[in-house]
């Protein structure tokens, strides 16, 4: 294993990490930035008391000429009808119209409120629900999702975890990103498919993800491999056993316990084609919970990396050659494909998916035209094909659904670097169509 750049002493952080916390719970706030990648910060914090009072910053104003805007919902400010978290409201003191500095796009009455940048609050007993906890925010200029004159971006708690670094009762928490304006913002992939999954909701859809992903040094070069040269052929490293076979499989241990510890529907690991490369797989999971659950194991195996002094790659082609790539294959199944008979359901999907290809292609992730040539088990970028048992088809039908006639469907195009979101959402779109005037069009 490479030595760690990162300054930590196992031992000496022990020390700090037993000590009580005096009943207060810590929250690390994760969110997908403007790059596809992944950012965290962490606070102890929680729900306000019906009592909590957000006062006006900046304001020169006397205090008798602020307007009082009533309840407001601590978790949704900018949404002053919010009614979910109707018992755990906030008052809001907001200054007249005239006030200088007045926030553009926000609603009329909130616009005239300077809402405090941290909420200040503890956490004193343990969270159950992301409901119970506030939104925050961050400068979105520095993660390439908002402008330098307009930073401010909202984090959304939607999903919570138990934190395997700092242990009960502390947890992660996934978060969605939002406007000032109070729409979503342009990589906040999360809230469309979600409301394409509610609308789709009687097809009970299931989704498997198999996340393949390859491990770095700190010379960008995969572990393993010879500094001046390349390792022996693609053979004997699938699902390898041995040394010279396999590298860092520490790393992929900790994270397959993390991710059990923090209860993320994690099913299976091996290693892959390439040699310092991984598979693992999540799920089944219904609806939204899959992109949920890959992208918080996602971040988890990056944390784990961290400690060991290694990179993640989620490039598709990570190394250029007779070499793997590197892919996010997604099994989809719905309760008619899961029926007697569901084989024609399978096969009306395929005719849907065939007529979108491009459009799919699209979402699918950066730098997939370098891995889908037709050749290294993927299908060509410029054509759909479907088969059955076939590895080299864009879609594979396994061998035992076919048998059996009915089943699930692997969707193999989809590059290791893509959006869950974007990857499930559109195939629920395809195949049973889409919300009103809206499509999940790259950008």
């Not at 506030?134 to 004159?149: I, L």
């Not at 989704?207 to 010379?219: A, M």
């Not at 779109?429 to 889409?434: A, L, R």
Request: aromatic residues 10%.
């Amino acid at each position: 294993m490479a030595e760690s750049t990162t300054v930590s002493n196992y031992e000496i952080l022990q020390k700090y990490m037993k000590l009580p916390q005096k009943g207060k719970v810590m929250a690390e706030y994760v969110w997908i930035d403007g790059t596809n990648g992944l950012r965290t910060k962490s606070k102890v914090g929680g729900p306000h008391s019906a009592s909590s009072t957000l006062r006006v910053l900046e304001s020169s104003f006397h205090p008798n000429s602020h307007a009082h805007l009533g309840p407001i919902c601590f978790k949704h400010p900018l949404n002053k009808s919010c009614t979910a978290c109707a018992n755990a409201r906030i008052n809001v003191i907001a200054a007249p119209a005239s006030m200088p500095g007045q926030q553009a796009g926000l609603p009329s009455e909130i616009a005239r409120a300077f809402i405090l940048k941290q909420w200040r609050h503890t956490l004193n007993k343990p969270v159950s629900s992301p409901d119970e906890l506030p939104e925050w925010n961050f400068d979105g200029s520095s993660t390439a999702q908002a402008p330098g004159d307009n930073s401010d971006v909202y984090i959304r708690p939607v999903a919570i975890y138990p934190d395997p670094w700092r242990g009960e009762p502390n947890i992660v928490v996934l978060c969605e990103t939002w406007d000032p304006d109070g729409s979503p913002n342009k990589f906040n992939y999360r809230h469309e498919a979600a409301r394409l999954m509610e609308a789709n909701k009687e097809h009970e859809l299931w989704f498997g993800l198999e996340q393949e992903y390859t491990l770095l040094g700190l010379d960008d070069r995969p572990y393993g491999w010879p500094k001046n040269g390349f390792p022996g052929a693609q053979g004997p490293y699938y699902c390898g056993v041995g040394t010279g076979r396999v590298f860092c499989r520490d790393i992929v241990e900790a994270h397959y316990k993390a991710c059990m510890y923090a209860g993320i529907n994690i099913a299976g690991t091996n290693a892959e084609v390439m040699p310092a490369q991984w598979e693992y797989q999540v799920g089944p999971c219904e609806g939204i919970e899959l992109g949920d659950h890959l992208w918080m194991s996602r971040f988890f195996l990056h944390r784990v990396a961290e400690e060991f002094g290694a990179k993640v790659s989620f490039h598709p082609k990570p190394i250029p050659g007779d070499w793997n790539g590197a892919g996010l294959h997604t099994n989809v199944s719905s309760a008619e494909m899961r029926k007697e008979g569901g084989m024609k359901h399978i096969e009306a999907a395929m005719k849907k998916l065939a007529g979108r290809h491009e459009d799919h292609i699209a979402v699918y992730g950066e730098g997939n035209k370098e891995r889908l040539t037709g050749a290294h088990e993927t299908g060509s970028i410029d054509k759909f094909t479907w088969a059955v048992a076939d590895r080299g088809a864009s879609v594979r039908i396994p061998r035992q659904c076919a048998r059996e006639g009915k089943g699930y469907f692997e969707d193999r195009r989809p590059a290791s670097n893509a959006d869950p979101y974007q990857i499930t959402g559109i195939i629920v779109e395809t195949i049973y169509g889409g919300l009103p005037g809206e499509t999940l069009d790259k950008e």
